[in-house]
């Protein structure tokens, strides 16, 4: 059974960029969500995806988007990039079909902006 | 919004000895779930132990077990027998699903283990 994956690892940006941050899920879970957690908190939900569409969204501007593709694996965008965006963001998987409520965890992206 | 609070930054116990954790969470919900999640230095989170709300008993795994208080919306958890590997940010989370369905976290309490 292959885990959670992300990609990068690391990231540095500057303000006013954008980027795309990458997660393939666990094998057999089709749900995805998006956390971002800043140094010292705990993590911040962004968004969910579950077959392809958004299913859920937290205190996040627009400029956070996300897609989910056929193999359930996601991409989260964040466009014009600022300061307080440096954070570690993580991706979890799921399954819908087992109430969705376990969710595993990937090593995360560390983003910084500068 | 649902709120979950740990009101311990820092905690820190001897190897072998018993550490108790802390939770609160804020909710009018009557069926949701409770998480202990385990963050190490190599950042990758990791489920302890799991406390589904409609269940009265104590969720165990192992040397972790959940003191769970539904009434006081209250959710703590025991480590027994500390190891030196338990050293992390231990994180609470509340879950209910509904559409829309999140993971609200608390802001976690990093635990020492002294050898």
């Known amino acids: 059974e292959t885990g959670v994956t992300q990609s990068p690892t690391h990231l540095i940006k500057t303000r006013g960029q954008q980027v795309t941050l990458r997660c393939s899920s666990q094998?057999?879970?089709?749900?995805v969500s998006w956390y971002q957690q800043a140094l010292g908190q705990g993590p911040q939900f962004i968004f969910q995806?579950?077959?392809?569409?958004?299913?859920g969204r937290g205190n996040f501007p627009p400029r956070f988007s996300g897609l989910q593709f056929p193999n359930y694996s996601s991409e989260l965008n964040v466009n014009a990039l600022e300061l307080d965006d440096s954070a570690l963001y993580l991706c979890?998987?799921?399954?819908?079909?087992?109430?969705?409520?376990?969710?595993?965890f990937g090593p995360g992206t560390r983003l910084t902006v500068l | 919004a649902q709120t979950v609070t740990q009101s311990q930054p820092e905690m820190s116990v001897q190897e072998a000895e018993t550490v108790t954790l802390s939770c609160t969470y804020d909710?009018?919900?009557?069926?949701?779930?409770l998480f202990w999640y385990k963050q190490p230095p190599s950042r990758q989170m990791i489920l302890v132990i799991r406390?589904?709300?409609?269940?009265?008993q104590n969720a165990t795994e192992n040397r972790f077990s959940v003191n769970f208080q539904k009434a006081a919306k209250s959710f703590s958890l025991k480590i027994s027998d500390s190891q030196l590997g338990d050293a992390a940010m231990y994180f609470c989370?509340?879950?209910?699903?509904?559409?829309?369905?999140?993971?609200?976290f608390g802001t976690g309490t990093s635990l020492t283990v002294i050898p």
């Open positions: 094998s057999g879970h089709n749900t």
């Open positions: 406390q589904e709300a409609y269940k009265q």
């Open positions: 995806y579950y077959r392809e569409e958004e299913n």
């Open positions: 909710t009018s919900e009557s069926d949701y779930y």
């Open positions: 979890a998987s799921s399954s819908q079909t087992s109430g969705g409520n376990e969710q595993f």
């Open positions: 989370a509340y879950y209910r699903w509904y559409t829309g369905n999140q993971f609200y």
